[in-house]
């Protein structure tokens, strides 16, 4: 929201009396004077007006998180355990699910409070590659490579998939970069083969790799750093 709509939504003021505050050099957002109204700020800024607050701001959240089999990436479920039911966290219903695994896909998760940054994460059009280690029940050849560098066509959305890489590492695993999210995307593409997907794991989301240290069902906080690269 800009800063003036936030002055002006107060029953306090009036849009003009909003311009008046601005111009004066009244207005400090998380400790730098502000006169554009059109200055954006979220709910995570403290606002002060003089030496009154406005608005605290509350702290925004990021936490990696290593996901195992069997818990849903959902705020709630009434058959399984959620991704929140492994945070120790106050306030955690405030969180939600940056980039979501399938129930018996395992790896990287991200949890946060702030949409802004996780939609720069996740939405399509951002393309970031999201790596993961495939094992599958039949052998791996290099035809799989270059048919998933062209794309395959999903007859049930109407339209072909980006291009994706493809690292064999073995017989029966590979490491699969994807740079969008279809449903249910990757045992679909092995499934052009006839190709049963056995296990599946995340470890890359863009800049983001999960941490080794953090063992299944496990999180930490994001270093700023991480916050920064996304």
């Avoid at 111009?23 to 606002?47: K, P, Q, Y």
């Avoid at 695993?173 to 083969?193: D, S």
């Amino acid at each position: 929201m800009r800063l003036d709509r936030f002055l002006s939504n107060l029953p306090r003021f009036s849009r003009a009396d909003a311009r008046l505050l601005l111009a004066a050099g009244r207005l400090r957002v998380d400790g730098a004077t502000v006169r554009d109204g059109r200055h954006e700020i979220r709910e995570f800024s403290r606002i002060e007006l003089d030496d009154e607050l406005l608005q605290a701001g509350k702290p925004a959240r990021y936490f990696m998180l290593n996901k195992p089999a069997g818990v849903v990436s959902a705020t709630e479920h009434a058959e399984h355990r959620t991704v929140l039911d492994l945070l120790d966290e106050p306030d955690k219903q405030e969180l939600h699910i940056g980039g979501r695994l399938d129930l018996n896909t395992t790896g990287l998760l991200l949890v946060t409070n702030d949409g802004l940054w996780s939609r720069r994460l996740t939405e399509p059009r951002s393309r970031l590659g999201k790596v993961y280690r495939v094992s599958t029940e039949q052998p791996i050849t290099a035809e799989y490579i270059e048919v998933f560098a062209r794309g395959l066509y999903f007859a049930y959305e109407n339209l072909t998939t980006l291009p994706a890489e493809l690292q064999i590492l073995d017989a029966h695993t590979a490491l699969l970069t994807l740079h969008e999210g279809r449903y249910h995307q990757v045992k679909r593409m092995f499934g052009h083969f006839q190709n049963k997907v056995i296990g599946l794991h995340r470890e890359c989301m863009g800049p983001l790799q999960l941490d080794p240290a953090l063992a299944p069902g496990h999180y930490r906080p994001l270093t700023s750093a991480e916050i920064e690269a996304v």
